[in-house]
C-alpha cells in the first residue's frame, strides 16, 4: 500500500465524518492539485468523492 492509497481512504473517512468539502480535505493530506486526488480517489473506489460518501 502506497502513500496515496492511505490519504485517499483517510480523506474518504474526513468526507462521511466531517462538513469539509473534497478541496479542503484533499489539500489537508497534502495533495497539491484537487484534480489529482480526484482520479486516485475514483482509482480506488470507482466513483468520485463527495461529502457523505
Partial sequence: M???S???RYT???LRNT???VSE???EIGYESVSHFI???KQQYG???KRGN
Avoid: I
Wanted: hydrophobic share 30%; no cysteine.
Fill in 39 to 41: 482520479k486516485a480517489y
Fill in 19 to 21: 462538513t469539509k468539502n
Fill in 6 to 8: 492511505h490519504s485517499v
Fill in 2 to 4: 502506497n502513500k496515496y
Fill in 12 to 14: 474518504s473517512f474526513l
Fill in 47 to 49: 466513483t468520485t468523492p
Fill in 25 to 27: 480535505v484533499s489539500m
